[in-house]
């Protein structure tokens, strides 16, 4: 196995699921929660962002075939997904606080959007599907890629615990603050998650 090809891989995966930037992301979606709550919320969240992405690294291209999905649909549903987080995070959480109201601690954000598409999100699913394809014909390639998403998933997951200190250092404001830039950043994104999709079919 090339060590330039596994330090592309490592470089590529980071920069595709930016695990700091997915911690305001993840104060913002868990407001209200005790420290427990946020650990159990990150670890079910993880490991069901790794077997989403192990699967489709393992039989992404050939699932989406078989069922006759192309990789700009999924880009273009994964960024409609995350256009309604970020409506949720610029629009709802404001009016619950001006009606006197909380969020409710009970909802469950690990599986959308922190799982996916934040996490195993379309790009994160085409780079393991082009990873595995790109590893050569034998399972040395596949299980090395796999293996560089595992320590991927990890970092995510440890980065996600450190949210309790960063929160407390933003206090209050700072945090209704950095959702409401990350909801216009989300909102941004999704867009050219969809752009890139539209592209994708060669419409434009």
Same mark, same amino acid.
């Given at each position: 196995?090339?060590?330039? =090809?596994?330090?592309?891989?490592?470089?590529? $995966?980071?920069?595709?699921?930016?695990? #700091?930037? +997915?911690?305001?992301?993840?104060?913002?979606? @868990? /407001?209200?929660?005790? !420290?427990?709550?946020?650990?159990?919320?990150?670890?079910?969240?993880?490991?069901? *962002?790794?077997? +989403?992405?192990?699967?489709?690294?393992?039989?992404?291209?050939?699932?989406?075939?078989?069922?006759?999905?192309?990789?700009? !649909? =999924?880009?273009?549903?994964?960024?409609?997904?995350?256009?309604?987080?970020?409506?949720?995070? $610029?629009?709802? &959480?404001?009016? /619950?606080? &001006?009606?006197?109201?909380?969020?409710?601690?009970?909802?469950?954000?690990?599986?959308?959007?922190?799982?996916?598409?934040?996490?195993?999100? #379309?790009?994160?699913?085409?780079?393991?599907?082009?990873? %595995?394809? /790109?590893?050569?014909?034998?399972?040395?390639?596949? $299980? *090395?890629?796999?293996?560089?998403?595992?320590?991927?998933?990890?970092?995510?997951?440890?980065?996600?615990? *450190?949210?309790? #200190?960063?929160?407390?250092?933003?206090?209050? @404001?700072? @945090?209704?603050?950095?959702? &409401?830039?990350?909801?216009?950043?989300?909102? !941004?994104?999704? %867009? /050219? =998650?969809?752009?890139?999709? %539209?592209?994708? @079919?060669?419409?434009?």
């Amino acid at each position: 196995m090339d060590s330039a =090809f596994l330090i592309t891989a490592f470089a590529t $995966l980071f920069v595709v699921i930016d695990p #700091p930037g +997915l911690v305001p992301l993840f104060i913002a979606l @868990t /407001q209200g929660m005790d !420290a427990p709550h946020r650990r159990r919320l990150a670890q079910r969240a993880c490991i069901i *962002a790794f077997i +989403l992405l192990t699967l489709f690294g393992l039989a992404g291209e050939t699932l989406l075939g078989f069922i006759g999905i192309t990789m700009p !649909a =999924f880009r273009i549903a994964g960024g409609i997904l995350l256009f309604l987080t970020a409506l949720d995070m $610029l629009f709802e &959480r404001r009016t /619950q606080r &001006r009606e006197g109201q909380h969020a409710d601690p009970d909802h469950d954000p690990s599986v959308f959007p922190l799982a996916t598409p934040l996490i195993a999100g #379309p790009g994160a699913i085409a780079t393991m599907i082009l990873l %595995v394809g /790109q590893s050569g014909d034998g399972w040395i390639g596949t $299980l *090395a890629v796999l293996g560089l998403l595992a320590v991927m998933i990890l970092a995510t997951f440890l980065f996600l615990l *450190a949210s309790p #200190p960063l929160e407390r250092l933003l206090g209050r @404001t700072g @945090t209704i603050v950095i959702t &409401r830039l990350l909801g216009m950043l989300l909102a !941004a994104l999704s %867009v /050219q =998650f969809v752009i890139d999709g %539209v592209r994708g @079919t060669g419409l434009i």
